[in-house]
Nanobody
Framework: QVQLVESGGGWVRPGGSLTISCAASGFEAGRYAIGWFRQAQGKEREGLICISGGASGTLKGRFAIDRDNTKNQLYLHLNGLSPEDTAVYYC??????????????????WGQGTQVTVSS
């Protein structure tokens, strides 16, 4: 059974950084594209960054992903956080090797999310 579990969210001051985790089970996450999304209260789910299957890491603006395939985990690094980054953060996959889904609707498997709150 494909499962994804996010963890590591919490409270951080504006300007700070945070790393959250995505633990995969039931599939070999290193072989597949994994996307990170967030959803703020009252807003639609927003795609942040995606890593392709087989890639060790990727960088997009204030966000970066790396992997520890020995643990079947991925990490999302959030830098330079502001209150507007407050949201529930999700990892997701559709068991594809490429990051070609146009939106969250292209992903079938999701974690439960982890809350990130940025405030002073």
């Amino acid at each position: 059974q494909v499962q994804l579990v996010e963890s590591g969210g919490g409270w951080v001051r504006p300007g700070g950084s945070l790393t959250i985790s995505c633990a995969a089970s039931g599939f070999e996450a290193g072989r597949y594209a994994i996307g990170w999304f967030r959803q703020a209260q009252g807003k639609e789910r927003e795609g942040l960054i995606c890593i392709s299957g087989g890639a060790s890491g990727t960088l997009k603006g204030r966000f970066a992903i790396d992997r520890d395939n020995t643990k079947n985990q991925l990490y999302l690094h959030l830098n330079g956080l502001s209150p507007e980054d407050t949201a529930v953060y999700y990892c997701a996959t559709d068991l594809a090797d490429r990051c070609d889904a146009p939106s969250y609707t292209g992903y079938a498997f999701w974690g439960q999310g982890t809350q990130v709150t940025v405030s002073s």
